[in-house]
């Protein structure tokens, strides 16, 4: 499991250019095109949602309590 990880940082670092060697080693760790792809999927929105929180200074909003 730790290289579907460092195939996702992989991601991060090289902003989706990742080389034939990275994705060589991912599938040679057992992985399938389709799962390669859910990585980066994965990978993409949650980079967008922290990048979105962290521009419009999201808090978390407590759940009300019941009365």
Do not use: W
């Not at 996702?8 to 060697?21: F, L, P, Q, W, Y």
């Not at 390669?36 to 949602?49: D, K, P, R």
């Amino acid at each position: 499991m730790q290289c579907g990880r460092d195939f996702s940082k992989k991601v991060i670092e090289t902003h989706g250019e990742v080389s034939d060697a990275d994705l060589d080693l991912v599938r040679q760790a057992g992985y399938k095109d389709s799962q390669i792809l859910e990585i980066v999927a994965l990978t993409v929105q949650f980079s967008m949602t922290n990048f979105l929180n962290n521009v419009m200074d999201t808090v978390d909003i407590p759940a009300p309590s019941a009365a």
